[in-house]
Structure formats: structure tokens, C-alpha cells
């Protein structure tokens, strides 16, 4: 079946610095990919859009100068949580839609960022 | 606004009895649902689905059921096992493939 790699799977970080956080799609190309942020004992929330090619398209709320998202490629795309503070200790995961845009989505494992 | 809604946060049921999970939905253009099985730190995993035009999918153990009247929707295990402990969310598309999932309910399956 479809495989979504996500890297790292878990990240430390100072407070102030940044981090980025890979999505790759291992066996199909990915049009489109979402970020999603989850909260312990939460729901995944949706955070961007990211499309091939194009700039990424954010839901309400979510600062787009500090969630940088990349999507260079059908097979990889990137976000970059900048100055990152401890508020942004989350999970993270990817997923990704295959060109022929059919659901499900694939997600990626996830990354469990903590901010120190 | 919480347009799917899981309104039970956890569930505890016994090794071979049935598992129901349930689902609200608020907007009624969904016309397609999904139910994701995750353990921690990992991500979701696709089970099953259904389209507004049945009331029901049966998939091995896991069946969906949905009422489009009263919207609403519930995820069947039969027989639940311990390895179908987990958190279960189910999940609406929006335009452009974007899912929209409800706050997920805890399922213990105790031996």
C-alpha cells in the first residue's frame, strides 16, 4: 500500500531555535499534502495545505511565518517551525494525496516536537 | 465550530464483546466519512469508509453504519480484540481533500 515517510520521528529543541520536519511520499506522487497538528488528548487539526509547485495554503490561525511550508517536489514536502517556543510542542503528522486524488489519505508517523 | 463531533472520549469493552463507536456530523453537503484507527506517537491508519448513498459497509470485523437523517454515524467492532485498543476518529473530506476529524474516542479492549 501507499507508504508516507515522515522525519524525524521525535525532535528536542531549544526555545528560539528551528526545526524541520520532512514528509516524503515513498511510493506514489503526491500532488497535494497536509500538515496536521494534534495536542495530547486532542483532535488532528489541519494547519496548511501544501500543493507542488505553489505556495501553501493555511487554515485560520495558523501563523504562516513560523509554520514554513516547502512543497518542492511530487515526493517531499517540509515544514519549518521558526523560533520555536514551547507552546509549539505538538505532534506533528503529514499526509499526503496521491495525483489521482483519491481519499483515504496516507499519513506519515508523525513527529514529537518538544521545545525547551 | 466542531462540524464532526465525537462526543464519547473513551470506551472500555470486554475481549469478544462488540465495540460501538459513534460519530455526529453537523454539515450535510459530507457526503463521504472515514474511520482512522491511531496509537500513540504514531499516525492514523485508514479502516474503513462509507458514501452517503449506503447505510452501511461491512469490512471483516469492522462495520460503519450510517443515518444521514439524523447524522450520524457509528464504527461496529465484532468481536473486539486487545489489539483493537487504540484511539478511533472519524473524519469528513472537505473541498480539496482536506479531512475533518472529530476528537477521537479511546477504546480499551481488556482480555
Known amino acids: 500500500g501507499a507508504v508516507v515517510s515522515q522525519h524525524p520521528s521525535r525532535v528536542i529543541c531549544k526555545s528560539g531555535t528551528s526545526v524541520k520536519i520532512e514528509c516524503r511520499s515513498l511510493?506514489?506522487?503526491?500532488?497535494?499534502m497536509f500538515w496536521y497538528r494534534q495536542f495530547p488528548k486532542q483532535s488532528l487539526m489541519l494547519m496548511a495545505t501544501s500543493n507542488e509547485g505553489s505556495k501553501a495554503t493555511y487554515e485560520q490561525g495558523v501563523e504562516k511565518d513560523k509554520f514554513l511550508i516547502n512543497h518542492a517536489s511530487l515526493t517531499l514536502s517540509t515544514l519549518t517551525v521558526t523560533s520555536a517556543h514551547p507552546e509549539d510542542s505538538s505532534f506533528y503528522i503529514c499526509?499526503?494525496?496521491?495525483?489521482?486524488?483519491?481519499?483515504?489519505?496516507?499519513f506519515g508517523n508523525g513527529t514529537r516536537l518538544t521545545v525547551t | 465550530d466542531q462540524q464532526v463531533k465525537q462526543n464519547s472520549p473513551s470506551l472500555s469493552v470486554q475481549e469478544g464483546r462488540i465495540s460501538i463507536l459513534n460519530c455526529d456530523y453537523t454539515n450535510s453537503m459530507f457526503d463521504y466519512f472515514l474511520w482512522y484507527k491511531k496509537y500513540p506517537a504514531e499516525g492514523p491508519t485508514f479502516l474503513i469508509s462509507?458514501?452517503?448513498?449506503?447505510d452501511k459497509n461491512e469490512d471483516g470485523r469492522f462495520t460503519v453504519f450510517l443515518n444521514k437523517s439524523a447524522k450520524h454515524l457509528s464504527l461496529h467492532i465484532v468481536p473486539s480484540q486487545p489489539g483493537d485498543s487504540a484511539v478511533y476518529f472519524c473524519?469528513?473530506?472537505?473541498?480539496?481533500?482536506?479531512?475533518?476529524f472529530g476528537q477521537g474516542t479511546e477504546l480499551s479492549v481488556k482480555p
Open positions: 473524519a469528513a473530506p472537505r473541498w480539496g481533500g482536506k479531512l475533518i
Open positions: 511510493d506514489f506522487q503526491a500532488t497535494t
Open positions: 462509507i458514501s452517503s448513498i449506503k
Open positions: 499526509s499526503a494525496r496521491a495525483l489521482t486524488g483519491a481519499t483515504p489519505l496516507h
